[in-house]
């Protein structure tokens, strides 16, 4: 028998020192039915991560092959050197338990989700300007010099696709930045529940409505210039 519940997908994208695991963690303490999708990727482990805790650790001839075998819903190739992708499995899986899955996966993947899973919920994390990521990727203190100076260049050409997420999260205070989070996730999953809301529901909607892109580009531009990308007007 075929399983009628459809989950809802949520895809979290940021550029590295955002505050987006942070955030992620956070989320998944505070809301229910909510699997995280381990992904698969063939860099190595960093510092105190575990396989199967926050990647599926895998050579690259084991990421080929499930390739071959048609295993990922989405797959990419970053920094000119690693892959990492999306499990098919985390998607029917949650499927099956009826519950909601969340993706930490970077813009390219973003994009080919969207292509194939149209009804996918797409945020974009970016930090209030380039100075406070410089300081964050810092005082995480993971990076030399010269990792923190490609991660911030990388960063300004990922922020250039912030237009093409539904949500803008920008992750100034974190206690904030939580419960917005928290709202966009609730807030799409209403729309499944009896009408009218509740004056609580209705607070979760408004909340999450503030960060939909067409509420909150105005916000983008001063973050797009402390970063030197140009404004999305001036792009083809
Ligand atoms: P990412 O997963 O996006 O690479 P992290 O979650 O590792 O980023 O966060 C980078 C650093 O910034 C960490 O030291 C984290 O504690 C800190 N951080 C995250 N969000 C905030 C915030 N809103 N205010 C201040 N520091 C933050
Ligand atoms: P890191 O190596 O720092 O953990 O992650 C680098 C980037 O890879 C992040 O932007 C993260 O969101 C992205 N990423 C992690 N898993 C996947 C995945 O399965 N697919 C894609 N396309 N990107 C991923």
């Not at 809301?31 to 650790?57: C, M, W």
């Not at 499990?87 to 970077?106: S, Y």
């Not at 408004?206 to 973050?223: C, F, Q, S, T």
């Amino acid at each position: 028998m075929s399983s009628t519940f459809r989950p809802i997908v949520y895809i979290i994208s940021a550029p590295s020192g955002s505050g987006k695991s942070t955030l992620v963690n956070e989320l998944l303490k505070l809301v229910p039915d909510l699997d995280f999708s381990i992904s698969y990727t063939t860099r190595a482990p960093r510092g105190s991560e575990q396989n199967g805790k926050e990647y599926h650790f895998v050579s690259r001839e084991e990421f080929e092959q499930m390739v071959r075998d048609d295993e990922f819903l989405e797959h990419a190739s970053l920094y000119g050197r690693d892959y990492y992708g999306t499990a098919r499995r985390f998607l029917r899986e949650a499927e099956q338990k009826g519950h909601d899955l969340l993706l930490d996966i970077d813009v390219q993947g973003a994009a080919q989700i969207k292509q194939k899973l149209p009804d996918a919920v797409s945020i974009f994390v970016l930090p209030p300007d380039r100075k406070t990521l410089e300081w964050r990727l810092r005082k995480r203190g993971e990076d030399s010099d010269e990792v923190i100076e490609r991660r911030l260049d990388a960063a300004r050409r990922e922020i250039e696709n912030y237009d093409k997420y539904d949500y803008i999260l920008i992750n100034d205070d974190l206690e904030e930045s939580i419960e917005s989070l928290q709202a966009i996730v609730l807030s799409r999953r209403l729309p499944r529940a009896l009408q009218p809301l509740s004056p609580e529901d209705k607070k979760i909607v408004e909340r999450g409505d503030l960060h939909r892109l067409a509420n909150i580009r105005h916000r983008v531009g001063p973050i797009l210039s402390s970063f030197g990308a140009p404004p999305a007007s001036a792009r083809p």
